[in-house]
């Protein structure tokens, strides 16, 4: 549990404008430049499992054939999933997100546009991704993107979300008219144009596992005809794709979702291998079990180093071709097998929807209705984790802004907190946000900087439409007794509980649970039963209280309050999980929030 001196918080809110355009082991930290190449690398023995122990002596770097001296050097052991009796510890949402763990990022890149109409072909690529969620550890975050169309999902720990995005899938390509229209009218082609947009994203994120797994059915591709200017020659689109993907560290992991083929042929799958060869990773093909294979993928980049060197090139814009040799008898060396110099002048460019930098946030959501207008009002509590110095006053600058599905900002706010230690408390202290947003689906981001740190997190989130769904729900707002009162007015004049962040309690600790349900639409008020279980880490349920919300407790707003207490004082330290369920005939909506109960004095 986190501890130190008592805090007051001084909030400011400098203004809503209208929207414009557990893994615990730490992050290698290299220092670097255009001029440093790093390189996750993984060694493999005689049966395919990651070799550990090594350290830089016993790696060799060839650029262009010419050894170069180590300059970083990083081993890093992710662990594999726990097997936990109970499913809600490996599928339940985060309700709490922060920027605080190692993560391996995996983007799941489904190829719609390339892959044939067939059920079975449909069937294989969904169980392929699903093995892939599967395998996430519990510091991983996962996004899901397809070639053509689809109901992407950026990156996120929710495994829901990712499951509801490999739903959608259905691919697109026909024997007769072949792949959409719209991928031989477009500038790249459809999945050489959804890696670059992946290679983009990750190539700024935080020092970590960064691997893509690629379901597809393959392709030739096309280079044009000499003789005829107007023939599509897709050379000069892959030479920088395989730039950037090998510039971001990517390493690619391919799949056939097409099975074993009668007339399969190595040229038609050429995009299948080359995707995954010129990075590192390794192609499943001609198999009608490739999901089998997912779990490898997995297990080869749970172990791996990262080394760095500085590159020969200096106007020298050529491909470099590396080679990494370890002094080791019998074993295989994985990593990418080059690189193009970055330019001079190379920017970072921005991350969507990757938590990362040095300060921890930590940060929790709730939209709640609004009476009188269609907006909900999303309050926002946001944690910044103390430094180690001695406490001392800290300003804090915090830049809170939702983007819809197409990318577009519909809402920001900005706060300039100052964070001064007090006696008497022992928590860092939740600090209140809040600004409206139409109902809909949006991606949060809550970026913190202070004193020269600075650190972003991205929060799922789906505002309802409280006003029309017959039946729907705020967030669910935990808070820990006794609290200090808010100081924001309106947030207090809203819900009767201050939002916290912290899901550590001892068992003595006094925690307070709060729901607000709606019946929306013009229909008649109708009784809502309410159940608040807890669920241990055996998946028994530990706590349940069960009540209803007669017609009489809904106000003319058609809301009705459903408050709880969390009794803690009979729970063993562990891992648990609070279900708040609302069930009216058919209808259900259900809000979860994990804790663990530790230790203290």
């Given at each position: 549990?986190?501890?130190?001196?008592?805090?007051?918080v001084?909030?400011t809110?400098?203004?809503l404008?209208?929207?414009?355009?557990?893994?615990?082991?730490?992050?290698?930290?290299?220092?670097?430049?255009?001029?440093?190449?790093?390189?996750?690398?993984?060694?493999?023995?005689?049966?395919?499992?990651?070799?550990?122990?090594l350290?830089?002596?016993?790696?060799?770097?060839?650029?262009?054939g010419?050894?170069?001296?180590?300059?970083?050097?990083?081993?890093?052991?992710?662990?594999?999933?726990?097997?936990?009796?109970?499913?809600?510890?490996?599928?339940?949402?985060?309700d709490?997100?922060?920027?605080?763990?190692?993560?391996?990022?995996?983007?799941i890149?489904?190829?719609?546009?390339?892959?044939?109409?067939?059920?079975?072909?449909?069937?294989r690529a969904?169980?392929?991704a699903?093995n892939?969620v599967?395998?996430l550890?519990?510091?991983?975050?996962a996004a899901v993107?397809?070639?053509?169309?689809?109901?992407?999902?950026?990156?996120?720990?929710?495994?829901?979300?990712l499951?509801r995005?490999i739903?959608?899938?259905?691919?697109?390509m026909?024997?007769t008219?072949?792949?959409?229209?719209?991928?031989?009218?477009?500038?790249?082609?459809?999945?050489?144009?959804?890696?670059?947009?992946?290679?983009?994203?990750?190539?700024s994120?935080?020092?970590?596992?960064?691997?893509?797994?690629?379901?597809?059915?393959?392709?030739?591709?096309?280079f044009?005809?000499?003789?005829e200017p107007?023939?599509?020659?897709?050379?000069?689109?892959?030479?920088r794709?395989?730039s950037?993907?090998?510039?971001?560290?990517?390493?690619v992991?391919?799949?056939?979702a097409?099975?074993?083929e009668v007339?399969?042929?190595?040229?038609?799958?050429?995009?299948?291998?080359?995707?995954?060869?010129?990075?590192?990773?390794?192609?499943?093909?001609f198999?009608?079990?490739?999901?089998?294979?997912v779990a490898?993928?997995?297990?080869?980049?749970?172990?791996?180093?990262?080394?760095?060197f500085?590159t020969?090139?200096?106007?020298?814009?050529?491909?470099?071709?590396?080679d990494?040799?370890?002094?080791?008898?019998?074993?295989?060396?994985r990593?990418?097998?080059g690189?193009?110099?970055?330019s001079?002048?190379a920017?970072?460019?921005?991350?969507?929807?990757i938590?990362?930098?040095?300060?921890?946030?930590y940060v929790?959501v709730?939209?709640?209705?609004?009476?009188?207008?269609?907006?909900?009002e999303?309050l926002?509590?946001?944690r910044i984790?103390?430094?180690d110095?001695?406490?001392?006053?800290?300003?804090?600058e915090?830049?809170?802004?939702?983007?819809?599905?197409?990318?577009k900002?519909?809402?920001?706010?900005?706060?300039?907190?100052?964070?001064?230690?007090?006696?008497?408390?022992s928590?860092e202290?939740?600090?209140?946000g809040?600004?409206?947003l139409?109902?809909?689906?949006y991606?949060l981001?809550v970026?913190?900087?202070?004193?020269?740190?600075?650190?972003a997190?991205?929060?799922?989130l789906?505002?309802p439409?409280?006003?029309?769904?017959p039946?729907?729900?705020?967030?669910?707002?935990?808070?820990?007794?006794?609290?200090?009162?808010?100081?924001?007015?309106?947030?207090a004049?809203?819900?009767?509980?201050?939002?916290?962040?912290?899901?550590?309690?001892?068992?003595?600790?006094?925690v307070?649970?709060?729901?607000?349900?709606?019946?929306?639409?013009?229909?008649?008020?109708?009784?809502?039963?309410m159940?608040?279980?807890?669920?241990?880490?055996?998946?028994a349920?530990?706590?349940?209280?069960?009540?209803m919300?007669e017609?009489?407790?809904?106000?003319?707003?058609?809301?009705?309050?459903?408050?709880?207490?969390?009794?803690l004082?009979?729970?063993?330290?562990?891992?648990?999980?609070?279900?708040v369920?609302?069930?009216?005939?058919?209808?259900?909506?259900?809000?979860?929030?994990?804790?663990?109960?530790?230790?203290g004095?």
């Amino acid at each position: 549990m986190l501890r130190l001196g008592a805090l007051a918080v001084v909030v400011t809110v400098v203004g809503l404008p209208q929207a414009p355009p557990s893994v615990n082991q730490q992050p290698p930290t290299f220092r670097t430049g255009v001029d440093i190449v790093q390189l996750d690398v993984t060694v493999l023995d005689k049966d395919r499992q990651p070799v550990r122990g090594l350290t830089a002596d016993d790696f060799t770097i060839l650029d262009k054939g010419k050894p170069q001296p180590i300059v970083a050097f990083s081993a890093v052991d992710v662990p594999a999933p726990a097997a936990h009796v109970a499913p809600w510890i490996r599928d339940a949402p985060l309700d709490v997100v922060s920027n605080a763990e190692n993560r391996r990022l995996v983007a799941i890149v489904m190829d719609d546009a390339y892959a044939k109409v067939e059920p079975d072909i449909n069937k294989r690529a969904q169980q392929i991704a699903r093995n892939a969620v599967n395998q996430l550890g519990p510091g991983d975050l996962a996004a899901v993107v397809f070639t053509f169309v689809g109901r992407a999902q950026n990156f996120t720990a929710d495994k829901s979300q990712l499951l509801r995005a490999i739903e959608s899938y259905s691919p697109k390509m026909t024997g007769t008219m072949g792949p959409p229209a719209v991928c031989d009218l477009r500038h790249r082609s459809c999945d050489v144009d959804a890696l670059a947009n992946v290679a983009s994203t990750l190539l700024s994120a935080p020092p970590g596992r960064k691997i893509l797994i690629l379901i597809t059915g393959g392709r030739a591709f096309t280079f044009g005809t000499i003789g005829e200017p107007s023939s599509r020659n897709e050379g000069t689109d892959l030479v920088r794709l395989f730039s950037d993907l090998q510039r971001a560290n990517v390493t690619v992991y391919a799949y056939d979702a097409h099975g074993l083929e009668v007339d399969g042929s190595m040229v038609a799958k050429e995009s299948l291998y080359s995707f995954a060869e010129s990075t590192g990773g390794h192609a499943v093909a001609f198999r009608n079990d490739p999901e089998s294979f997912v779990a490898d993928a997995f297990r080869e980049s749970s172990t791996y180093y990262f080394l760095g060197f500085r590159t020969t090139a200096s106007n020298d814009k050529s491909f470099h071709k590396i080679d990494v040799k370890v002094n080791r008898p019998g074993v295989q060396v994985r990593t990418r097998n080059g690189y193009y110099p970055a330019s001079k002048n190379a920017r970072a460019e921005t991350i969507n929807g990757i938590p990362g930098g040095e300060l921890p946030v930590y940060v929790s959501v709730a939209p709640v209705a609004v009476a009188g207008r269609r907006e909900a009002e999303v309050l926002v509590a946001t944690r910044i984790a103390a430094p180690d110095a001695p406490p001392a006053p800290q300003a804090v600058e915090l830049t809170s802004t939702a983007y819809d599905l197409e990318g577009k900002a519909r809402g920001t706010l900005h706060q300039t907190i100052t964070i001064t230690p007090t006696a008497g408390a022992s928590l860092e202290p939740d600090l209140p946000g809040h600004f409206p947003l139409q109902p809909g689906r949006y991606m949060l981001r809550v970026a913190a900087a202070s004193e020269g740190r600075s650190g972003a997190v991205f929060v799922d989130l789906d505002v309802p439409d409280f006003a029309k769904d017959p039946l729907s729900a705020s967030g669910l707002i935990l808070q820990r007794r006794p609290v200090r009162p808010s100081h924001d007015k309106f947030i207090a004049d809203l819900v009767p509980l201050v939002p916290t962040t912290h899901r550590q309690f001892l068992a003595s600790d006094e925690v307070a649970v709060f729901l607000r349900i709606y019946q929306g639409g013009k229909g008649k008020i109708v009784p809502v039963r309410m159940t608040a279980r807890i669920k241990n880490d055996k998946n028994a349920v530990a706590s349940n209280h069960e009540g209803m919300l007669e017609v009489e407790n809904f106000s003319e707003h058609r809301a009705a309050d459903f408050g709880v207490a969390v009794p803690l004082d009979h729970l063993p330290p562990g891992q648990y999980l609070l279900e708040v369920d609302a069930q009216s005939g058919a209808r259900h909506v259900t809000r979860t929030a994990r804790f663990e109960i530790v230790t203290g004095k």
